[in-house]
């Protein structure tokens, strides 16, 4: 495939104009002359496929319920758990929220999610593996990069495990991770049971730290920062990834920074319910990758990982100081893919991953912009991509979706609603 016209090409290490070309067969950006299809991206700066490094999937079906705007993070959990015990957790509902949420991301030039899956209502591994399977079979009808992150909640130390260690076999085409939800809700027990299977496995392992409820649980339940806990739990290392993180100090910074930890930043879920601002720019300064997620349809309602970019980049210099467009378009692109381990994702260069994204700039909301590039985030909040490419393979072209019809996709979500 080649995409022609004039088009300006960007990526978190170089911005030239020319005409990019991918290997159908192989799905990575290749230097030979491919003649068996074009892609008309004339007028349109084109970026790496958007890595949304945190996504709670399942929440896609759980979207501005009553009680969870504007309140505590304590009261949060509780409404949105009752939701879930009320509705009731299957397969079916599993993959029709993520083929909401993923379908949802696509169309707004996000490439590859990892989805953080902290909600198993069955009773047994085997009911883990079916709600899995659906999240992953969502994934792969619309052509969705996923990496599946096995949560817990509160679960059982040795369950908790035992399902990880399941889908590592039964997902043999997905980036499995293992992530408790935090401090405040998972024990030491289940923090050392899943690290035991992320090194059998070689998997990366993900948390969430620092927000809210977790300082709060953390110093009401060990008197301690989660941190602290983390540290001595063994989960401040190269291979973990920390999101929020809106309660940390500046010794802390130095901290995380020091243990070789990568973030993951979400603006768009911390900041509209009021849990904090993350200071992004401290822990970018003090060497650490940083990486954007949207988190889920719970707290932030939308998918749209270059509008949450766009946050970041406007609420930064109340976190210590301004960041630029391109500074931020990297943390979506190349640094959420540091996070995830996957060298081959997030940038725009001969032997990477084929996932791209064309952004119009031709219209009135780009008219008068000098600089496209920095454009794409302080111009048109609701930006979409005109096309959209992962591994080589169309799935947005023309700003609708290829691989399935997106009325059908929400329509049986609100059937099983």
């Known amino acids: 495939m080649r995409v022609v016209g004039a088009v300006r090409l960007w990526d978190a290490f170089s911005e030239r104009t020319g005409v990019l070309t991918c290997d159908p ?8 002359v491919a003649d068996d299809e074009v892609l008309d991206a004339d007028g349109c700066v084109i970026t790496p496929g958007l890595v949304n490094a945190h996504h709670h999937l399942l929440q896609s079906a759980f979207r501005t319920l009553p009680g969870t705007r504007g309140v505590p993070m304590r009261e949060w959990l509780g409404v949105m758990g009752a939701a879930y015990r009320r509705t009731g957790i299957t397969p079916e509902l599993a993959g029709a929220a993520a083929s909401v949420g993923l379908a949802e991301s696509l169309l707004r030039g996000v490439t590859t ?7 198993w209502l069955g009773s047994s591994v085997s009911a883990d593996l079916e709600v899995a399977g659906a999240v992953a079979s969502a994934a792969r009808a619309l052509g969705a990069r996923l990496v599946f992150v096995r949560g817990s909640a509160g679960d059982d130390p040795a369950r908790a495990a035992e399902s990880a260690a399941a889908l590592v076999t039964a997902l043999p085409d997905v ?7 935090g401090v405040h809700s998972d024990s030491k027990e289940t923090f050392a049971a899943l690290a035991e299977v992320a090194t059998e ?6 948390t969430q730290a620092n927000e809210q409820v977790d300082v709060e649980i953390a110093e009401e339940r060990y008197g301690r920062r989660p941190l602290d806990l983390l540290e001595e739990w063994g989960w401040l290392a190269p291979d973990v990834t920390l999101a929020h993180l809106c309660g940390i100090t500046g010794p802390e910074v130095r901290r995380v920074a020091d243990a070789g930890v990568s973030v993951t930043h979400a603006p768009g879920c911390d900041l509209p319910m009021g849990w904090g601002v993350a200071p992004m720019a401290a822990l970018a300064d003090a060497g650490v990758a940083v990486g954007l997620g949207t988190s ?10 270059l509008a949450d970019a766009r946050l970041a980049m406007q609420v930064a210099p109340l976190a210590g100081r301004a960041v630029a467009a391109r500074e931020v378009l990297s943390w979506a692109t190349a640094g959420s893919a540091a996070g995830l381990g996957r060298a081959e994702l997030g940038s725009l260069a001969v032997g990477a991953a084929a996932d791209f994204a064309c952004w119009d700039v031709g219209g009135v909301a780009d008219a008068g ?9 302080w111009a048109d909040p ?3 991509p005109r096309h959209v490419v992962v591994g080589g393979r169309v799935v947005v072209r023309d700003y609708r979706l290829v691989t399935a019809d ?12």
């Open 113 to 119: 999610v990892a989805d953080h899956q902290l909600t």
């Open 201 to 206: 496995y070689g998997l990366r392992r993900r």
């Open 406 to 417: 997106d009325v059908e996709i929400a329509r049986n979500l609100r059937r099983l609603l």
């Open 25 to 32: 067969v192989t799905g990575v950006f290749s230097d030979a």
């Open 382 to 384: 609701g930006r979409r």
């Open 175 to 181: 980036q499995v991770a293992v992530g408790p939800a």
């Open 296 to 305: 889920g349809g719970g707290s932030n309602d939308a998918g749209h990982l």
């Open 369 to 377: 912009v000098a600089d496209p590039v920095a454009g794409l985030l």
